[in-house]
């Protein structure tokens, strides 16, 4: 019963760095998200996906990319890290607009 | 576009004594409200929804929230607090008409139980 697998959960990266947070779920969800948690700034949505084969931005798209090959998988993209992106990062997924379910969230430092 | 509003960033309060999280968000015909828990070192997780029918929805653990919709308002209260009840509450709302928009958070009330 896993619900939303995210991996991996710490990372320390260097500025320049590249890397991916990968996202799955096992509920069959069509709509899968993500977002990052900064302290005083609450969850503010990178980008999301309404189906298999898309993907939309959200509120803080920059410096991210996604992509969505498959339904279960969600993959959040940083192609060259910088300190701004130092964050906890979660993934949530849902059968629409509606309730959602996170996984337990990824830490992310660039140093 | 929907907005969320929670008043307080911090409540602090007293084991067994009651509290108030507040939550206004901005009007529409229609909404879903929810409310999710973080607790410490932790994802969110579903505390309680509003989708329609009776304005009060109630938790499993005691926590209650009364959609008002003159008020424009879910705040949520818990007649006794616990110390296990120690997190962050986040309170957010989807407009079910309008299409594919995710969900709108607020950014937050951390409620610290003082024994």
């Known amino acids: 019963n896993a619900g939303v697998t995210q991996t991996p959960k710490f990372r320390v990266l260097k500025t320049g760095q590249s890397m991916t947070l990968l996202c799955a779920q096992d509920m069959n969800h069509e709509y899968m998200y993500w977002y990052r948690q900064d302290p005083g700034m609450g969850l503010r949505l990178i980008h999301y996906s309404v189906g298999e084969g898309t993907t939309a931005k959200g509120e803080v798209p920059d410096g991210y990319n996604v992509s969505r090959l498959k339904k279960q998988n969600f993959l959040l993209g940083l192609e060259s890290a910088a300190p701004s992106q130092t964050s906890v990062y979660f993934c949530?997924?849902?059968f629409g607009p509606g309730e959602l379910f996170f996984g337990e969230g990824s830490r992310l430092t660039v140093l | 576009a929907q907005s969320v509003t929670q008043l307080d960033s911090q409540v602090p309060v007293f084991e067994e004594a009651p509290v108030e999280l507040r939550c206004n968000y901005s009007?529409?015909?229609?909404?879903?409200l929810f409310w999710y828990v973080q607790y410490p070192n932790q994802g969110l997780q579903l505390l309680l929804k509003?989708?329609?029918?009776?304005?009060l929805v109630e938790s499993i653990n005691g926590f209650e929230a009364e959609f008002n919709k003159s008020q424009t308002s879910f705040h949520l209260r818990k007649p006794s607090v616990h110390i296990s009840d120690t997190a962050e509450y986040f309170c957010a709302v989807s407009d079910p008409n309008s299409g594919n928009t995710p969900l709108v958070f607020g950014k937050g009330t951390r409620l610290s139980v003082i024994a």
């Open positions: 009007s529409s015909v229609s909404v879903y």
């Open positions: 509003y989708l329609s029918g009776s304005t």
């Open positions: 949530a997924s849902s």
